[in-house]
């Protein structure tokens, strides 16, 4: 690679970590661990963390990776918008890994899985493994399996699991290229 495409690449970095890293307190305000790159011909990015996670974001997800026992890996993402696609091998993330978003909280010990938010609802749907689903103020959730999804909105009533239909499957699944 050229030194002008280096600098344009480091550049690119620098722009999108200003974009999704952000700086407070329980947000770690460097990489969490994690390397990114842009997905050639595409707006999604890739990150790789070093305990194994992979995350794949579709163009503008607003999102933040979060150490919570402040080890310098990310054992948590804030999802504000749009779609991420995680894959936790099971026994690398200490204490499971958890996905947090206005609506709900997704929390894994190794699996495969998308979170998406939009209009005021989280969508979380299971590739492989298992993932919990609770609302961020409630002790009660689900546990969804393979093929199953939850919508999660706003409010007290009972999260219902179903299988998800292909099409809608496919739809999620194409956001990340897959």
Do not use: H
């Amino acid at each position: 690679m050229s030194a002008s495409g280096r600098y344009l690449q480091s550049l690119m970095a620098c722009m999108l970590a200003c974009v999704f890293w952000v700086d407070t307190a329980s947000v770690q305000s460097n990489n969490a661990g994690c390397t990114f790159r842009l997905v050639a011909g595409t707006s999604r990015q890739i990150l790789r963390c070093r305990q194994g996670l992979t995350i794949i974001a579709e163009d503008g997800a607003r999102f933040a990776l979060v150490d919570r026992d402040r080890n310098g890996s990310a054992d948590a993402v804030r999802l504000r918008r749009k779609a991420l696609l995680l894959d936790a091998p099971a026994g690398r993330v200490r204490g499971g890994f958890a996905v947090v978003t206005p609506q709900a909280i997704a929390a894994v010990r190794g699996t495969k899985w998308a979170v998406d938010v939009a209009r005021g609802k989280t969508s979380v749907f299971v590739v492989k493994g298992r993932v919990a689903v609770q609302r961020p103020a409630s002790n009660a959730g689900v546990v969804l399996g393979p093929g199953e999804g939850v919508d999660v909105e706003a409010g007290t009533g009972t999260l219902t699991v179903k299988r998800w239909p292909a099409a809608r499957v496919s739809a999620l699944m194409a956001r990340f290229g897959q």
